[in-house]
């Protein structure tokens, strides 16, 4: 079974505070995702890795940065947190094969920004 | 501009009954489907996937159909239980992409009442 593990299940910070959200899965997957989720928005992706020390943008990464410095761990970091932050985090992992689509969730982190 | 539509944000349905969930996209390239299912305070996890040369797909109570003329798909799920309410999201990947994010729509939340 795949398992994608977020380091905190709730969090609360205050404006202006750096924040690290950590992501570890545990099946070898070349690629790892980071989306968070909003009422009404759906999932809206930040940025994404397809190896070690790569990264892409994705839709929404202003404000936000990642670090991939082992295949298995996948780092979202607010470098400055602020209120529009405040959301559901959820980290992704998929093989990276083209016979493989399927996307694994991790159980997310609610974030709060005050 | 939505690449992968879910135009309805929300469905009742009676226990016992079918549910229906549809799901419109806009790029003929898009070749693999998915249906995730998420809960409050959870990750979404895969439901059911269906790849462009088929035009149904079933797993016990969940089927999925491919209309790829009209670019769209639905899922039916028949008969509904109250356990199934959940948001409902759609996801699409393009030809030859196992790196590439798939795209999600903004989900259809469902309410199965008893």
């Known amino acids: 079974d795949v398992k994608v593990t977020q380091s905190s299940r709730y969090l609360v910070k205050r404006t202006g505070e750096k924040v690290f959200l950590e992501c570890v899965q545990d099946m070898d997957h070349e690629n790892m995702f980071w989306y968070r989720q909003d009422p009404g928005l759906g999932l809206r992706l930040i940025y994404f890795?397809?190896?070690?020390?790569?990264?892409e943008k994705g839709d929404i990464p202003e404000g936000y940065s990642v670090s991939r410095e082992k295949k298995e761990r996948f780092s979202l970091i607010l470098e400055s947190a602020s209120t529009n932050q405040t959301s559901m985090y959820l980290c992704a992992s998929s093989p990276g094969t083209e016979e493989s689509y399927e996307q694994y969730f991790g159980p997310g982190t609610r974030l709060t920004v005050t | 501009d939505q690449q992968v539509k879910q135009n309805s944000p929300s469905l009742s349905v009676q226990e016992g009954r079918i549910s229906i969930l549809n799901c419109d996209y806009t790029n003929s390239m898009f070749d693999y489907f998915l249906w995730y299912k998420k809960y409050p305070a959870e990750g979404p996890t895969f439901l059911i996937s269906i790849s462009s040369i088929k035009d149904k797909n079933e797993d016990g109570r969940f089927t999925v159909f491919l209309n790829k003329s009209a670019k769209h798909l639905s899922l039916h799920i028949v008969p509904s239980q109250p356990g199934d309410s959940a948001v409902y999201f759609c996801a699409v990947s393009g030809r030859n992409s196992g790196n590439t994010p798939l795209v999600f729509g903004k989900g259809t939340r469902l309410s199965v009442i008893a």
């Open positions: 890795s397809y190896d070690v020390k790569m990264k």
